[in-house]
């Protein structure tokens, strides 16, 4: 048990080794999918379902505005490699931002139900966005700390153990909702006809 932990704990914390470009071009991955989702996702709704823009109106207001900085500043160290390292920090301060909107929007849904109309969820995706910005403050801003302090070194481990059990129960919900939708649908379609046999007997 102590050397599968052991082994564990190596794994984690190799994931701090992981070099400043690479992470660059994860935030600007980020970023870009951010923009075409939640970009998408708004012009959607605002062109079929324009009564339930207020669902998504406050996870896209934060993100879009973020996504489109991080593209640019990304393209700024693309042309000039001096300014990654502070250009990185910038990134976690944003995507940490965007990591606490998550969670407030997670948090209503799991709240308030299901919203109604266009809605999806891929789970394991929303973990990755609320976990990753708190992994990126712990090696920039952070960085000093981590050898002090437990709780910045294993910050990321704890947003992950949240994140999943909250990604996990929207997954479920949503499933339960298709479901039960699904059955509202037939048992109004049946009604339906049954009431058309009973005119036509009529």
Not at 25 to 43: D, T, Y
Not at 110 to 133: D, K, Q, R
């Amino acid at each position: 048990m102590g050397t599968k932990m052991s082994k564990m704990t190596a794994g984690i914390l190799k994931l701090d080794e992981i070099p400043a470009h690479v992470l660059l071009m994860v935030n600007m991955a980020i970023a870009g999918f951010v923009g075409l989702a939640h970009g998408g996702a708004l012009a959607a709704t605002l062109i079929q379902e324009p009564e339930n823009l207020g669902e998504i109106l406050p996870l896209a207001g934060v993100s879009l505005p973020i996504a489109t900085v991080i593209l640019i500043s990304s393209i700024v160290v693309l042309i000039s490699k001096k300014w990654l390292m502070p250009v990185l920090s910038i990134h976690s301060i944003m995507l940490c931002c965007g990591s606490v909107a998550a969670f407030v929007w997670i948090s209503g849904i799991l709240l308030n139900g299901i919203p109604e109309g266009n809605f999806g969820w891929s789970p394991g995706m929303m973990t990755f966005i609320c976990v990753y910005p708190f992994y990126l403050l712990r090696i920039t801003l952070l960085r000093k700390y981590m050898t002090r302090s437990v709780a910045v070194r294993y910050l990321h481990v704890l947003v992950f153990v949240i994140a999943l059990a909250m990604d996990l129960g929207v997954f479920f919900n949503f499933k339960s909702s298709i479901k039960s939708r699904r059955e509202s649908f037939f048992d109004s379609n049946h009604l339906n006809s049954d009431s058309r046999g009973a005119g036509a007997d009529r």
